[in-house]
């Protein structure tokens, strides 16, 4: 029986995926196929690279600054990521530049979405890395990548969690992780009173760069304040992946699905992994009678 892991997208919420591949091992549950769209292409590709535990590592020692100096300031307006950093980072923590899929131990499988036709692109060999980034490439954030003549885009657009990609790939028994299930208009619910925490030169980096990075620092709020670009983003992007993983689900549910409960964290608030991974553990646990049933009825 070939169980399949399906990790769906949801920017900083997908942390918690690494806090579902935790409890899913600490309960004796071998993957034996695992497939990601966005982040949970990135924690996939670090949990079949060997590097799960370095990313949770590094994860929740991240800061609010931290997360900040993966953006920048430039006059291209192909994005905001600092691809360099990126790119430093992966290689650190998710796979090394010269990690191709085909010399994994597990089968792996990415989706990303092809900016011309809007249809969904599988990597299911070649670079581990190249993968990776097609799939994460989130408009707004990142650059569009060229891959085969095609410019690739986040695949969250098209298939946010995908569980066809693990059928396709031989699975049985499909496990998928929703991150999108009690999120949308929940980033727009920010309480009144909250203050400004950060000084020195966290403020600096803040006033530099509040338009388009306003949901990954505590910030006072005007009620009838316009939402920052990236608030809209994250509302366009919840709204979307919401719509079309409620649409895919419909037509090929998996056998398990988890649905962590991540409304309190924002699409950029990546220092908050340790909640996240929580969350993660706990979803495990909530349905973990539902989980030992399907498997032993397979």
């Given at each position: 029986?070939?169980?399949?892991?399906?990790?769906?997208?949801?920017?900083?919420?997908?942390?918690?995926?690494?806090?579902?591949?935790?409890?899913?091992?600490?309960?004796?549950?071998?993957?034996?196929?695992?497939?990601?769209?966005?982040?949970?292409?990135?924690?996939?590709?670090?949990?079949?690279?060997?590097?799960?535990?370095?990313?949770?590592?590094?994860?929740?020692?991240?800061?609010?600054?931290?997360?900040?100096?993966?953006?920048?300031?430039?006059?291209?307006?192909?994005?905001?990521?600092?691809?360099?950093?990126?790119?430093?980072?992966?290689?650190e923590y998710v796979a090394s530049d010269n990690s191709v899929?085909?010399?994994?131990?597990?089968?792996?499988?990415?989706?990303?979405?092809?900016?011309?036709?809007?249809?969904?692109?599988?990597?299911?060999?070649?670079?581990?890395?190249?993968?990776?980034?097609?799939?994460?490439?989130?408009?707004?954030?990142?650059?569009?990548?060229?891959?085969?003549?095609?410019?690739?885009?986040?695949?969250?657009?098209?298939?946010?969690?995908p569980v066809s990609v693990c059928r396709a790939l031989g699975?049985?028994?499909?496990?998928?992780?929703?991150?999108?299930?009690?999120?949308?208009?929940?980033?727009?619910?920010?309480?009144?009173?909250?203050?400004?925490?950060?000084?020195?030169?966290?403020?600096?980096?803040?006033?530099?760069?509040?338009?388009?990075?306003?949901?990954?620092?505590?910030?006072?709020?005007?009620?009838?304040?316009?939402?920052?670009?990236?608030?809209?983003?994250a509302g366009s992007v919840n709204i979307t992946q919401d719509?079309?993983?409620?649409?895919?689900?419909?037509?090929?549910?998996?056998?398990?699905?988890?649905?962590?409960?991540?409304?309190?964290?924002?699409?950029?608030?990546?220092?908050?992994?340790?909640?996240?991974?929580?969350?993660?553990?706990?979803?495990?646990?909530?349905?973990?009678?539902?989980?030992?049933?399907?498997?032993?009825?397979?």
């Amino acid at each position: 029986m070939n169980i399949g892991l399906a990790l769906g997208g949801g920017s900083s919420r997908g942390w918690s995926h690494i806090g579902v591949i935790s409890a899913l091992a600490d309960q004796g549950i071998v993957l034996d196929i695992v497939c990601g769209t966005s982040i949970g292409s990135l924690v996939g590709a670090s949990y079949v690279s060997n590097n799960l535990e370095k990313l949770e590592e590094w994860a929740c020692s991240l800061t609010k600054f931290g997360t900040a100096r993966f953006f920048e300031i430039n006059t291209s307006l192909n994005g905001f990521v600092n691809t360099k950093r990126l790119h430093h980072f992966l290689n650190e923590y998710v796979a090394s530049d010269n990690s191709v899929i085909e010399d994994l131990d597990k089968q792996y499988a990415t989706v990303a979405t092809d900016l011309e036709s809007g249809r969904e692109v599988w990597f299911t060999k070649g670079s581990v890395l190249e993968a990776v980034w097609s799939s994460i490439s989130l408009p707004g954030l990142f650059p569009a990548i060229k891959n085969n003549n095609k410019w690739l885009v986040d695949g969250g657009l098209v298939n946010p969690v995908p569980v066809s990609v693990c059928r396709a790939l031989g699975a049985d028994i499909v496990i998928a992780v929703n991150l999108n299930g009690d999120i949308v208009g929940k980033h727009f619910q920010k309480p009144k009173d909250k203050i400004k925490q950060d000084t020195g030169v966290v403020d600096k980096i803040t006033d530099l760069v509040t338009e388009y990075t306003a949901s990954v620092f505590s910030t006072t709020k005007v009620e009838d304040k316009p939402p920052s670009l990236f608030e809209a983003i994250a509302g366009s992007v919840n709204i979307t992946q919401d719509r079309i993983t409620r649409s895919r689900m419909a037509g090929d549910p998996p056998d398990i699905l988890l649905s962590p409960k991540l409304s309190h964290i924002g699409l950029l608030e990546f220092y908050r992994a340790n909640e996240a991974i929580n969350e993660g553990k706990e979803c495990v646990q909530r349905m973990l009678p539902e989980i030992q049933y399907v498997l032993s009825m397979a």
